[in-house]
């Protein structure tokens, strides 16, 4: 969404204002000395119910480039929280069943805007779907082994990476199905990777106990992470990728630089192997699930320990924070997810009634649902707050491993054991 403005001053002009829905902000677009700028302003605390006129004052206070647009930053913020009660009452319904591999699927994922999805199977290949009619676009074919991790270089979308078992990870022009590079290195399967931000970096995580950053213009090694002393199970990049973290079976997260692939952390406590580790959304804390049946906070500045969560009666499988990075949900072995405050550390709800251990747990964009995925064939709808089972998306025949919303939430994706994934909207 773009609207055009222009403010006259020596220094910075301003030249539009970009909406962000989610997590809800506007970003500024300026001219400083001829060059182009662009600027966020986070709107991560934003309700339904917040005041836009003392919103638009504080705004107008840290940020004087909008000081004669406030009636537009106003209508702006308006936008912003219809965006967030859109779909409080939506009900999900399968929409297409996608036979979409001949050997069992591994991984699900979206690009940005949700109208593509791509999936990675043990029959060695990676496909692109088109999420409306459900066909596949493009098979990505060459790699030697399980396609094990992927991901679209989103916001962007137009390249894919795909990581192996057969120890290497290839680039991918999603519109064209073309392979760039295929990145060598590593001595054992890849099993994680991920964009950072600006799509200059891929990072991947191996069960050589490693992890590696790879430049995606030279389509070289830029570094190894080296310092874990077993498998790296997950990577993640901060929202402005500035960190890296890696997770590992060595029961530790490491925080990296990544331009320098210095290690700045390692964050030491949990009493078993790591399987899941996020950053907030403004990148302050850590979130990190272990197989020690807690979940711990951190302080992703200093390393430190903020908080152990506990409450599950087994390994805790996944971890993911709504926008806000106030509130954290966790799914474990013991059947079910629950919902913590991230400042109070407090359960604030227990999501029960799966029949299976829950692997997955995700919050829908607006941060009203959470999405989980179980091994009773399941998938299901909750509500944050209360707790209560929205819906139970049920068909698949075996196992789900992978869930997830697109942008805008209105679509549901989950994959399973039974070589099927399935929409639902």
């Given amino acids: 969404k773009l609207i055009n403005g222009v403010q006259k001053g020596s220094k910075m002009k301003l030249r539009r204002f970009l909406l962000r829905y989610f997590p809800p902000g506007i970003v500024l677009e300026y001219e400083q000395s001829g060059e182009v700028k662009k600027k966020s302003i986070d709107l991560l605390d934003l309700r339904p119910d917040s005041n836009v006129s003392d919103l638009v004052e504080e705004i107008v206070e840290k940020e004087p480039l909008m000081a004669r647009r406030t009636e537009q930053v106003k209508g702006l913020i308006t ?5 967030l009660t859109e779909l409080d009452n939506k009900n999900f319904y399968l929409f ?8 069992p699927l591994t991984n699900v994922a979206f690009n940005k805007s949700g109208s593509r999805f791509i999936t990675g199977s043990y029959d060695r290949t990676c496909k692109i779907w088109d999420t409306l009619s ?7 074919e060459g790699h030697r082994n399980v396609v094990y991790a992927l991901a679209f270089n989103n916001p962007f979308g137009d390249k894919i990476a795909t990581g192996s078992f057969d120890k290497t990870c290839k680039l991918w022009d999603s519109e064209t199905g073309k392979c760039y590079y295929t990145f060598r290195g590593h001595t054992a399967e ?3 990777l991920n964009f950072n931000p600006q799509s200059t970096i891929i990072a991947t995580g191996s069960m050589d106990t490693t992890a590696k950053l790879w ?7 830029i570094c190894t992470l080296a310092g874990h002393s077993a498998e790296v199970i997950c990577v993640h990049f901060n929202s402005v990728g500035t960190c890296v973290l890696t997770g590992s079976f060595d029961n530790t997260v490491s925080l990296w630089q990544p331009t320098s692939g210095r290690r700045l952390h390692t964050l030491i406590g949990h009493r078993a192997e790591i399987s899941s580790a996020q950053f907030s959304y403004d990148g302050t804390i850590i979130a990190t699930g272990s197989m020690d049946k ?13 908080a152990t969560l506990r409450g599950h009666e087994d390994e805790v499988l996944d971890v993911a924070f709504d926008f806000t990075g106030q509130h954290l949900a966790t799914a474990s072995a013991d059947g079910t997810a629950r919902v ?3 400042i109070t550390h407090n359960c604030v709800a227990k999501l029960e009634g799966h029949e299976g251990e829950v692997s997955k747990v995700c919050y829908s964009p607006q941060g ?4 989980t995925a179980s091994t009773d064939k399941s998938a299901r709808t909750w509500d944050p707050t209360s707790g209560r089972c929205l819906q139970v998306l049920e068909g698949h025949s075996d196992e789900i491993f992978s869930c997830a919303f697109n942008y805008e939430g209105n679509t549901i994706i989950t994959g399973s054991k039974d070589n099927t994934c399935r929409l639902w909207r």
């Fill in 190 to 192: 890849i099993v994680c």
């Fill in 96 to 103: 297409k069943v996608l036979r979409a591999h001949s050997l």
């Fill in 368 to 371: 009203t649902r959470i999405l």
């Fill in 134 to 140: 459900g066909e596949e676009l493009l098979t990505l």
């Fill in 215 to 221: 430049s995606v213009q030279e389509g070289k090694e």
């Fill in 294 to 306: 807690t979940c711990k906070l951190w302080d992703a500045e200093t390393g430190k320990c903020l």
């Fill in 340 to 342: 913590y405050n991230a």
């Fill in 79 to 83: 936008k912003l929280q219809q965006k």
